[in-house]
């Protein structure tokens, strides 16, 4: 069997300006033709947040979330189309697929900022991916130590030494990742402030690419730091 | 739009209902009972389904089916290590087990498709309509192979099925509509032969699953096993007797165990009572509540587990649970009831029926597909995780459990040779890393055009539909043509074996109606041939000698009709009779009104 290859495809932003598939009258990214009322497919362009009707930010109220997602979903269920005709039962079908994975997108605020570094890609493709040095040999040195106590005896002096030490690893890395969770709360502040003043100088352009930047490298450490925690966690409880 | 009807369509029992202005209701049998026991027996002089084969279960156990749902889906080697338990013989083919009967083989969906359609029977008997349509529930951990055999069932029943639909969120259903509740609950499905576990938030109206777990083999059936064996050993020991070879009996100490099961919810010790065979007497046991739960304390607790998954899935701890509801028959044990609530800390409701809250909520959610309730919405999510596998036997996963349905991905194929013209895609599902440790679900061939190595790009998409089922499409990307795509299912059959079997059962149904109407007809020709025959002796002396000529003459007429088989004519002849036989049935009547009056002159004289 060949190995897949991810599905790429650009995601545009802008919303589809297009036909109704039924009466060919002019839609403009509403759900329902104005004329004949037939559901319309949500476009292969639109995106997430675009599909829930909202800004694109990475600050959102949960709450606001939810109410756009159960107001779609009453709009687009298969469940609500069995008596229309078979189109319409496949438009709904795919909206309502493509709804849920909006949601459960956005729904998290990490999967959110990755989403939104796939889709503001471009500006930011050269950024590494691989951890800074130092983290990567904090991690390292933690490997190790792990297979070390894993390996020995662990109510041993040395066993008692290593656990102590891991904890201690432990403790500090859960801060790291508490700061880092705290940067990217900022950072999204920072991006949606930026957004919302709508400047499009070489200022705001420098600007909005430090802020992409910064995300990424926050959001590939703090996977590397999440699994060594993950590890450690299962190793020392 | 034509009715919907809701059914469960349980291990033990099968239920169905139907909404009723508003309110979803059970639809009782002419007896007055609403479960019908899944149970199908052939029998010398036909098929007899429900109440009427189990009696079958001990005068014919080699030709009783019960708990098929328990092989829905699945093949043989599945269920290995419970053959030993059925009396009914076994075997597999393409991938799906057959079930030889008389001589003949059955599919599970073809077993289940008979109590499917003594359901639909009994639904049109009570609300004088065809029926069509139906949702039909399954367990929530149902894979897709199960699914798509509890579908295929419905098909061969004649059976449109518009929906299959969780149990525990059909459960759900039924609750919210009559709690009237916000927040998030916690359903616990512990039935005849399956556990669920299903967190949902009810908010507004909308239904919304947050996580699911479960065991598709883990219910009452087991805990029943449990006593028998523990009633085997002891028969052994004490007679140098193996009751396990002789069918008949197995069956009855089964059921003797099922029947103290459910005694010792009520009663703290009960008396166990086996015939055994070649009239060696009976074995008489006490078996104490406390006795039962030491025995079945580890089945009782497997169910624990997937809970506290389904919690952490959920991303929620016990404390997040408002109300834990109970359902299937197997909550009605004390010690399910004490374990749920250590667990969730917190009383469980049980004000519903447990045995009849799933087919009701079948009911409302076929009034939501009718369109009749318009302010409540399922949101339900797949209970596995849906992948293909990749290089090295590693599944890869593209839909992870606990997503909302519909759900749907999108994987771009190319070829890794030169003029390479298809690539093989083998889905799976199941929660761990390697191949071959999770359900096989299908394999198909995609076509590529002969081009250099990775020039084609053939985007597939999975998508699973809101009945948990799931449709594979793809499109080749450079001409942006559609490809249809034959799947082949690892354990399930194919769609040619299901259309014979549709046109097999209507073949059937038309026998079975027309007998049926045979049959009716005779009786009715017989309750007119005996009314006639008392009203001849009563009243003969009333008519004139021409008018009981020809009803006797009419008399013949339909009593030598009725020893055929042609309903027609014995409608026709029975018509003929009640119009003969007017003068008589008028005289009569004209008699015992006269009577009537003298009887009162005569009261009133004295």
Not at chain 1, 56 to 78: C, G, M, N, Q, W
Not at chain 2, 55 to 82: C, N, W
Not at chain 2, 180 to 197: E, M, W
Not at chain 2, 479 to 487: A, D, L, N
């Amino acid at each position: 069997m060949n190995q897949p290859t991810p599905s790429g495809g650009s995601r545009n932003v802008q919303m589809a300006r297009s036909m109704c598939w039924h009466c060919q009258s002019e839609v403009a990214g509403e759900y329902f033709c104005e004329r004949c009322v037939k559901v319309q497919p949500v476009s292969k362009e639109t995106d997430y947040f675009t599909c829930l009707g909202l800004p694109r930010r990475l600050t959102i109220d949960p709450a606001v979330l939810e109410a756009k997602y159960y107001e779609r979903s009453r709009a687009f269920h298969p469940d609500f189309y069995l008596n229309k005709t078979e189109a319409e039962q496949a438009i709904s079908l795919d909206n309502a697929a493509t709804l849920n994975t909006a949601y459960r997108t956005l729904r998290d605020p990490v999967q959110r900022a990755e989403y939104l570094l796939d889709l503001e890609a471009g500006s930011v493709k050269t950024i590494r991916t691989s951890p800074p040095a130092d983290l990567f040999e904090e991690i390292l040195e933690l490997q190790d130590t792990l297979d070390a106590y894993r390996a020995g005896d662990h109510s041993s002096e040395t066993g008692r030494r290593l656990r102590a030490r891991l904890e201690a690893e432990r403790g500090a890395l859960e801060r790291r990742q508490a700061e880092m969770e705290d940067e990217l709360q900022k950072l999204f502040v920072e991006w949606d402030a930026l957004q919302d003043r709508g400047e499009a100088d070489g200022h705001a352009r420098m600007e909005r690419d430090r802020l992409l930047r910064r995300m990424r490298e926050i959001l590939s450490n703090r996977t590397y730091v999440k699994n060594i925690v993950n590890d450690l966690v299962e190793t020392i409880g | 739009m034509a009715r919907i009807v809701g059914i469960d369509l349980g291990t033990t029992n099968s239920l169905v209902a139907y909404m009723d202005k508003g309110v979803p209701r059970v639809i009782p049998g002419a007896d007055g009972r609403t479960m019908v026991p899944s149970v199908v027996a052939m029998t010398d002089h036909g098929l007899l389904v429900g109440d009427e084969a189990k009696d079958h279960l001990l005068r014919s156990p080699d030709r009783t089916v019960y708990s098929i749902k328990r092989f829905m889906g699945k093949s043989l080697a599945d269920v290995q290590g419970e053959l030993a338990y059925f009396p009914y013989t076994l075997t597999e083919q393409g991938g799906v087990i057959r079930i030889k009967l008389n001589g003949k083989t059955y599919s599970p969906p073809q077993i289940s498709a008979m109590i499917l359609k003594e359901l639909k029977r009994r639904a049109e008997a009570y609300l004088e309509e065809d029926i069509t349509k139906a949702v039909i529930t399954v367990p929530a951990y149902f894979n897709d192979s199960q699914r798509q055999a509890t579908k295929d069932a419905g098909l061969i029943a004649g059976l449109e099925v518009l929906r299959i639909i969780n149990e525990p969120t059909a459960a759900s259903l039924a609750y919210g509509l009559q709690e009237k509740t916000q927040g998030t609950i916690a359903v616990y499905d512990f039935g005849g032969g399956t556990f669920d576990i299903s967190i949902l938030k009810l908010k507004q109206g909308i239904f919304e699953v947050l996580a699911t777990n479960g065991d598709t083999h883990l219910g009452g059936d087991d805990i029943d096993r449990r006593i028998a064996d523990l009633l085997l050993d002891e028969i052994r020991s004490a007679y140098d007797l193996d009751l396990g070879l002789y069918p008949d009996h197995m069956q009855a100490l089964r059921l003797e165990a099922e029947r103290a099961k459910i005694r010792l919810s009520d009663e703290l010790k009960t008396l166990l009572t086996v015939e055994l065979p070649d009239g060696r007497g009976r074995f008489t046991r006490e078996l104490t509540r406390d006795q039962l739960e030491s025995l079945v304390a580890d089945i009782i607790e497997r169910t624990l587990a997937p809970c506290r998954s389904a919690l952490k899935d959920a991303g929620l701890t016990t404390e997040h649970i408002d109300e834990v509801v109970l359902v299937g028959g197997s909550t009605r044990m004390p010690l399910v009831r004490r374990r749920v609530q250590e667990l969730f800390g917190k009383q469980p409701h049980c004000h519903l029926n447990p045995d009849e809250v799933v087919a009701l909520g079948a009911a409302v959610q076929a009034d939501i597909l009718s369109g009749g309730t318009t302010d409540m919405l399922l949101l339900d999510v797949t209970p596995l995780s849906l992948g293909i596998e990749t290089m090295g036997g590693v599944m890869s996963c593209l839909i992870p459990r606990n997503t909302t349905i519909p759900a749907n991905a999108k994987e771009m194929f190319t070829t890794y040779a030169d003029g390479q013209t298809g690539v093989d895609i083998h889905i799976l599902q199941g929660e761990r890393e390697l191949a071959k440790d999770n359900r096989s679900l299908a394999r198909f061939r995609l076509k590529v055009p002969p081009l250099p190595a990775g020039v084609p790009r053939i985007e597939v998409t999975f998508l699973i539909d809101a009945n948990g089922i799931l449709h594979v499409t793809a499109k080749d990307m450079r001409t942006g043509r559609q490809q249809s795509i034959e799947v082949k299912p690892s354990y399930g059959l194919s769609e040619t074996e299901v259309e014979r079997m549709i046109e097999e059962s209507f073949k059937f149904a038309k026998e079975d109606v027309a007998s049926r109407k045979l049959i009716e007809a005779r009786l009715d020709a017989g309750s007119l041939l005996t009314a006639t025959e008392k009203s001849l002796s009563e009243g003969g002396h009333l008519v004139p000698d021409d008018v009981r000529t020809a009803v006797r003459a009419a008399v013949s007429a339909l009593a030598s009709a009725k020893e055929g088989d042609d309903v027609r004519a014995i409608r026709t002849r029975m018509a003929e009779l009640e119009q003969t036989a007017k003068p008589l049935s008028v005289a009569l009547m004209d008699d015992s009104l006269k009577r009537g009056l003298e009887g009162k002159k005569l009261s009133d004289v004295t």
